[in-house]
């Protein structure tokens, strides 16, 4: 996420991000590299080579902040926490509670990070970031892409036995991540930004009609994939983890709440209580940044005290027979 854009190297801080009939349009990622485990790439997979920039508050992010966590990647991979609140300057680099500084380029905004990376950068501004300290650049700031390489590319540095790619699963992995991206993971931000009410509410009919299906699926199926845990399921938890604090009355997602549906609510709950996911949750940094950066949206910049959530009450997944 990110609410400026580099031109020519220069920093703008408006970005038009709406078409002409009001819908939310999210640009590609422009670092497209790939570390590999065997060195084939410009990249190796190496412990100590390689740094996360991250928002706690940003969905995309997120997902690379669970998978290092879950492949027991905190020594080899290093890390910065970004200010939960986007101002004028974009991402910065603070002391708020939860954050981390950079260390390793010593910026004060992500933007410096890019431009670093690419002088005469033309484009938006976003977390994730995974950078090589060895050669000084960016390698990718697409989500998908380094939970990929976090999952598959770092099994001789990993300190834990999970995997969420297995090859038998890969086609409905991928089938299952693009299923959830338009209407759901970029669902909430086409009704959340859209300046139309008919692309708010093609946007939030797409959303509650994805939630539904799923829904359903989760009643006959204990995971997005079948009865294993994959990087489909890290793509729709961070999703899920957001709606109820920050999509139903942020972004107007507010048909249904994740607490109404029985499949969906428990299965966020399983997720979140496993090991090494809850450190990666943080419903401040989440909430600050939603309702203080969005000023359009809410101008008052007033953070909600509620709703109150357990994401530790007992779960009924067990129950589910694949």
């Known amino acids: ?11 703008h801080s408006d970005r038009s991000q709406e078409d002409e009939k009001g819908r939310f349009v999210r640009p590609s990622t422009t670092f497209r590299n790939w570390i590999t485990a065997d060195g084939s790439s410009d990249f190796p997979a190496e412990a100590g080579r390689y740094h996360l920039y991250v928002s706690l508050a940003c969905p995309w992010a997120h997902r690379t902040l669970i998978m290092r966590s879950l492949k027991g990647l905190q020594d080899a991979i290093g890390l910065s926490i970004v200010d939960p609140v986007i101002d004028a300057d974009s991402w910065e680099f603070s002391d708020y509670p939860g954050s981390i500084r950079d260390t390793v380029n010593n910026a004060e905004y992500l933007w410096q990070i ?39 590319e770092f099994e001789a540095i ?63 199926q204990r995971y997005l994939c079948g009865d294993r845990i994959t990087e489909a399921d890290w793509c729709m938890f961070t999703t899920l983890f957001r709606f109820d ?17 029985p499949n ?15 450190e990666t949750c943080n419903l401040d940094h989440i909430k600050t940044h939603y309702y203080q950066s969005h000023n359009k949206i809410n101008p008052t910049a007033i ?14 997944r067990d129950s589910i027979k694949n």
């Open 303 to 316: 953070v909600p005290k509620g709703p109150i959530i357990d994401f530790d009450e007992p779960h009924d």
């Open 1 to 11: 996420m990110g609410l400026g854009q580099l031109i020519d190297g220069e920093w």
């Open 158 to 220: 990993a300190t834990t036995d999970n995997h969420f790619c297995p090859p038998d699963l890969k086609p409905k992995i991928e089938e299952a991540i693009d299923a959830i991206y338009q209407p759901i993971n970029n669902g909430v931000y086409r009704a959340g930004f859209a300046t139309s009410q008919a692309a708010y509410e093609e946007g939030i009919t797409d959303l509650f009609n994805a939630l539904d299906r799923w829904e359903n699926i989760l009643s006959q």
């Open 245 to 261: 604090a920050v999509y139903y009355v942020h972004f107007k997602c507010n048909l249904r709440r994740i607490v109404d549906y």
């Open 264 to 278: 969906l609510w428990n299965y966020l709950k399983e997720l979140y209580q496993l090991p090494g996911v809850k």
């Open 114 to 152: 890019y431009t670093k990376a690419d002088p005469d950068y033309t484009g938006r501004v976003t977390v994730p970031v995974l950078w090589d300290k060895e050669t000084g650049t960016i390698v990718n700031n697409e989500s998908r892409e380094i939970i990929r390489m976090l999952d598959t």
